[in-house]
């Protein structure tokens, strides 16, 4: 090998090696810069955004109880790069290694989003300064995640703009929810947060009443015998009646049994069937050319509202009504149907049926022409069957005819059912003494599968019997239509002489029950003073949990109890504006209640309707001498009595 060629050799060996030299220094040049910026920046990064975490939590856990909705703002990093979550909703996804989070609500700071996170960089157990409890955390986020997770989003990088989620804290609970979807700081994940701890309080209502009914039941022995002593001094004895059936079809005598109290217990007196009719409805147009029937009075309402129209509101004020039935020389019953004004609406503006003026006049010109006007109801089936037996008439000519009748009256029925849907139409009653109104109700539908009161009910099937009964005059009411008081499901009762509806029950417990309710009422003057006195046998404090409204602090969640069911409702300021809102009010649940004391220690047991609100905090169930359950508040303004 030639010298020449020998050094060249050389160089390139040297080249090689400083080389490879190079890029061993650019390396660890590279490393060592990597280092650098871990140290120097991300992790100063990732404690920012610890920092700002801890920020938080102390946030919530200062945050007073039913404090006003807080908007906040936190500084995740770079989007995407670090998520909060629900130590007890994630549990299973991510692997806590603090002890005291695993089965405690802890809130955790996570590389990544939820579903990129294995170990929490660190989760801090929320407690709360002002309660010392630990808080729990309902998370109802727009998009229905079971879990709280707070990360940074893309769009808000170029905005500058930092997560922000609105937080509300009720009692120990909170809830985190994205601010994006609220407006105004209301959205459906605070308000559901706010439903469920209304909610609270018709469980504490209950917890209440169950421990106040462990006490001794039923009135003392003292209070028991002076209840028989006043009873049987009476001049017109209470009585119980009782009407025993069990469903609309199987009404066949109208037997009623009447109980009177011996030494406190019902016994029975006598049973008698109802017999005697009151009358019968009369129309008050009877001068007119045709029939009385209700096509025909539609007919007046349409061509002269002025005189035929009745608002329900209305129903009071001595206007014409449609059908009168007098009881004798002093009562009387009127029936008639209205039309619910609409809330808010003008009465100028309310239509007045001319588009149907035509055609009930032409359905009235075909009746003439066809000579059959007489119309009622359409034949049931049993009645159908009973005229087929007795009628000589030939079957093919009474089909015929009767074919001709049910079809004609099925049209008119039809078309009477949709002018009462279309214009809210309502039937009502009313019971007079001369011209003073004594009770008056809209005949609403009945609940229930066994039921007369149906949407086409025509008042002129209301039964009405007069029965005389040791100076008293009593009319009984088939089917039901006083709806509002506690009577029978099928029938009522309402005294004249008394002037008021008396209680029917339909099961042997009841009557024993309605024994009580005749001792109480005797003995009301003397509960009163048990009560002004302090004479409880239990008094049991209720925490009242129903949010009040941000925008008026005397209306929002309130709980309705009407006849042994509570309701829980929402009457704030933004109720169309949450669709939460919209859609509550549904739900039934039986609370068992029997009267109200107020704040001076008065007790009434005539309960129509309870209404409770977030500015009743003084709630209390508490227990009479007399063995009574009854809601106390230090106020008159949370009931409605009859």
């Known amino acids: 090998m030639s010298k020449k060629r020998y050094k060249k050799g050389l160089i390139d060996l040297e080249f090689l090696v400083n080389l490879i030299r190079g890029l061993i220094v650019l390396v660890v040049i590279f490393f060592l810069a990597a280092a650098i910026y871990n140290i120097f920046f991300q992790d100063n990064n990732e404690e920012n955004v610890k920092s700002n975490f801890l920020g938080l939590i102390d946030t919530i856990q200062n945050l007073p109880p039913h404090f006003p909705i807080l908007q906040y703002s936190i500084d995740l990093g770079d989007p995407e790069e670090y998520s909060i979550v629900n130590s007890m909703s994630a549990k299973n996804k991510i692997n806590i290694e603090d002890q005291e989070c695993i089965n405690s609500d802890c809130l955790c700071l996570c590389e990544g989003k939820l579903d990129e996170c294995e170990t929490p960089i660190i989760c801090k157990k929320v407690k ?10 309902s998370q109802y986020r727009w998009n229905k995640a079971p879990y709280v997770e707070l990360y940074q989003k893309e769009y808000n990088e170029d905005k500058k703009k930092f997560f922000s989620l609105m937080i509300r804290r009720a009692n120990e609970e909170v809830a985190l929810c994205d601010a994006g979807p609220c407006r105004h700081g209301y959205c459906d994940c605070l308000a559901g947060l706010d439903e469920k701890q209304s909610l609270k309080t018709i469980e504490n209502l209950n917890n209440a009443i169950q421990k106040c009914s462990l006490e001794t039941h039923g009135l003392t022995d003292e209070l028991n015998q002076e209840a028989i002593n006043i009873y049987e001094g009476l001049e017109l004895k209470p009585r119980i009646y009782y009407y025993p059936i069990t469903s609309n079809y199987e009404i066949e005598e109208n037997l009623i049994e009447v109980y009177e109290l011996e030494q406190g217990i019902p016994k029975k007196i006598k049973t008698y069937a109802l ?46 009504t449609d059908y009168l039935m007098t009881i004798d020389s002093t009562y009387s019953v009127e029936a008639g149907y209205c039309m619910e004004f609409p809330s808010g609406e003008n009465e100028e503006n309310i239509p007045f049926w001319e588009d149907r003026i035509e055609k009930v006049n032409e359905m009235i010109e075909y009746a003439d022409g066809e000579g059959r006007y007489n119309y009622e109801l359409p034949y049931t089936d049993d009645e159908e069957e009973e005229t087929n037996t007795d009628s000589t008439t030939q079957e093919d000519d009474y089909d015929s005819d009767y074919t001709d009748d049910a079809y004609v009256t099925e049209q008119l029925n039809n078309y009477i059912y949709e002018i009462r849907v279309d214009y809210n139409i309502k039937p009502y009653i009313q019971i007079k003494k001369g011209q003073e109104t004594i009770i008056s109700e809209i005949i609403a539908n009945q609940e229930g599968p066994n039921t007369y009161i149906l949407d086409d009910f025509d008042v002129r099937n209301i039964n009405i019997f007069k029965v005389e009964e040791d100076g008293r005059y009593l009319l009984y009411f088939t089917p039901h239509i006083f709806i509002k008081d506690k009577s029978h499901s099928f029938v009522n009762l309402f005294s004249l002489t008394e002037e008021k509806i008396i209680e029917i029950y339909d099961e042997d417990d009841e009557i024993n029950q309605g024994g009580k309710k005749i001792k109480l009422e005797i003995l009301n003057n003397k509960i009163q003073e048990s009560v002004k006195s302090n004479k409880l046998s239990c008094n049991e404090p209720v925490v009242n949990t129903l949010v009040a409204s941000t925008k008026e602090k005397s209306k929002g969640w309130i709980i309705r109890i009407d006849e042994g069911i509570a309701y829980l409702e929402y009457n704030g300021p933004e109720k169309e504006t949450i669709k939460l809102y919209k859609t509550i009010g549904q739900k039934k649940y039986p609370i068992n209640i029997d009267c109200y004391v107020d704040h001076l220690g008065n007790y009434n047991s005539n309960i129509d309707q309870i209404i409770i609100g977030p500015q009743d905090k003084d709630l209390s169930i508490v227990k009479l001498e007399s063995g009574e359950l009854c809601l106390h508040k230090e106020s008159t303004s949370f009931f409605k009595a009859k």
């Not at 709360?128 to 955390?137: C, E, K, R, T, Y």
């Not at 096509?295 to 035929?308: A, N, S, T, V, Y």
């Open 275 to 320: 017999e005697t009719s009151a009358g019968k409805f009369k129309w008050l147009e009877s001068d007119g050319p045709y029939s009385h029937n209700l096509i025909e009075m539609f007919r007046l309402k349409l061509e002269e509202p002025e005189q035929h129209l009745i608002f329900c509101d209305q129903i009071n004020d001595n206007l014409q």
């Open 128 to 137: 709360s300064n002002v309660d010392n409890m630990v808080l729990s955390f």
